[in-house]
């Protein structure tokens, strides 16, 4: 589990130190509103890491006003990993945990494995190119 919140870490710093126009839309303002592609790469930066496949997790909540939001996170069997939870108040800027309380309270679905490259081909064009500036500043 170290090595996995090592490697969440230098990921996250590594995309926080892109420069923004290198970057699509949806990461420009990493991490917010930035979830979901952010765990497609980070899903696949991992697998190409050796530490094997890990699943797109998608959940819903309401906040304490009855506010509706999403937010998408990577998990491996009873490991979650998350590098953008603190789009979201009290939350830390990475989770790496075999437990999170918070994550529990989403109602969740696994639609598909974390990996940009299952895509039609627009998007993972768009999401490769990105991840190979990630990797420039890494």
Same mark, same amino acid.
Not at 107 to 135: C, N, Q, R, W
């Given at each position: 589990?170290?090595?996995?919140?090592?490697?969440?870490?230098?990921?996250?710093?590594?995309?926080?130190?892109?420069?923004?126009?290198?970057? %699509?839309?949806?990461?420009?303002?990493?991490?917010?509103?930035?979830? *979901?592609?952010?765990?497609?790469?980070?899903?696949?930066?991992?697998?190409?890491?050796?530490?094997?496949?890990?699943?797109?997790?998608?959940?819903?909540?309401?906040?304490?006003?009855?506010?509706?939001?999403?937010?998408?996170?990577?998990?491996?069997?009873?490991?979650?990993?998350?590098?953008?939870?603190?789009?979201? %108040?009290?939350? %830390?800027?990475?989770?790496?945990?075999?437990?999170?309380?918070?994550?529990?309270?989403?109602?969740?679905?696994?639609?598909?494995?974390?990996?940009?490259?299952?895509?039609?081909?627009?998007?993972?064009?768009?999401? *490769?190119?990105?991840?190979?500036?990630?990797?420039?500043?890494?």
């Amino acid at each position: 589990m170290d090595e996995l919140a090592k490697a969440a870490d230098v990921f996250r710093a590594a995309m926080e130190n892109t420069p923004r126009t290198k970057l %699509p839309i949806t990461l420009q303002e990493f991490p917010h509103g930035a979830c *979901g592609d952010a765990t497609l790469l980070l899903g696949y930066h991992l697998r190409s890491l050796g530490f094997g496949t890990f699943d797109y997790v998608s959940g819903e909540g309401t906040d304490e006003d009855g506010e509706w939001y999403s937010h998408a996170w990577l998990r491996q069997g009873d490991i979650i990993i998350d590098i953008t939870a603190d789009q979201f %108040p009290g939350q %830390p800027a990475v989770i790496v945990t075999d437990n999170s309380p918070w994550h529990d309270g989403f109602e969740v679905e696994v639609p598909h494995v974390a990996d940009f490259h299952i895509f039609d081909e627009f998007t993972a064009s768009t999401l *490769g190119a990105a991840y190979k500036a990630i990797m420039e500043t890494l």
